[in-house]
């Protein structure tokens, strides 16, 4: 069974930073493309970002281009979402994601998701 746990979420000012995880188990993580997306109340869920499965490849929207960072740690197989710069209009559920796959695409296994709350 796939598990995703995301953590790292809070309250934070904006300017400030949080640094999401995201933990995996039940699945090859160090083949498995993985990703961060986000939600706000009546909107769909949006891409943030995404990484390959060795780190090698990311990408992000422009919407937290030069300010979030994505990365992963094979060996703990952990996820992770470095936020800076952070803006009220960040704030929003933030969902991990993994795919059954090496490369960024569609998602086929999505975590709990954790709050992020930016005031300004």
């Known amino acids: 069974q796939v598990q995703l746990v995301e953590s790292g979420g809070g309250l934070v000012q904006a300017g400030g930073s949080l640094r999401l995880s995201c933990a995996a188990s039940?699945?090859?993580?160090?083949?498995?493309?993985m990703a961060w997306f986000r939600q706000t109340p009546g909107k769909e869920r949006e891409f943030a970002a995404a990484i390959s499965w060795s780190g090698g490849s990311t990408y992000d929207t422009d919407a937290v281009k030069g300010r979030f960072t994505i990365s992963r740690d094979n060996a703990k197989n952990t996820v992770y979402l470095q936020m800076n710069s952070l803006r009220p209009e960040d704030t929003a559920v933030y969902y991990c994601?993994?795919?059954?796959?090496?490369?960024?695409?569609?998602?086929?296994?999505w975590g709990q998701g954790t709050q992020v709350t930016v005031s300004s």
């Open positions: 994601a993994a795919r059954r796959g090496p490369v960024v695409g569609n998602y086929d296994y």
């Open positions: 039940g699945l090859t993580f160090r083949t498995s493309a």
